[in-house]
Nanobody, 120 residues
Framework: QVHLVESGGGLVQAGGSLRLSCAAS????????MGWYRQAPGKQRELVAI???????TYADSVKGRFTISRDNAKNTVYLQMNTLKPEDTAVYYC??????????????WGQGTQVTVSS
């Protein structure tokens, strides 16, 4: 069984910073792309950033230049450094990982979500 555990969310003023972490655990054979999504109240879940196994990253236009995604393969962990936060960044942030376990093929796994609230 695989678990993704997120941490680092919270309340911050506009212009501030937060760093999210997501650690994967379980019978992991290999990790492919990892990413962060977010869902604001009344809106659909959207991609924030994604990073390939080789370290190539892609960002939503709304966060380019402010957010940085990174990963530590030795720790099966992905990070999201969020700077210059805006009230419109307020959402529940979800970690996603496409990974292969020792007993199954590659599948997508999701974390439980962590709340990020940016006050104006």
């Amino acid at each position: 069984q695989v678990h993704l555990v997120e941490s680092g969310g919270g309340l911050v003023q506009a212009g501030g910073s937060l760093r999210l972490s997501c650690a994967a655990s379980g019978s992991i054979f290999s990790m492919n792309a990892m990413g962060w999504y977010r869902q604001a109240p009344g809106k659909q879940r959207e991609l924030v950033a994604i990073i390939s196994s080789g370290g190539r990253s892609t960002y939503a236009d709304s966060v380019k230049g402010r957010f940085t995604i990174s990963r530590d393969n030795a720790k099966n962990t992905v990070y999201l450094q969020m700077n210059t936060l805006k009230p419109e960044d307020t959402a529940v942030y979800y970690c996603n990982a496409n990974l292969q376990t020792y007993y199954s093929g590659s599948n997508d796994y999701w974390g439980q979500g962590t709340q990020v609230t940016v006050s104006s």
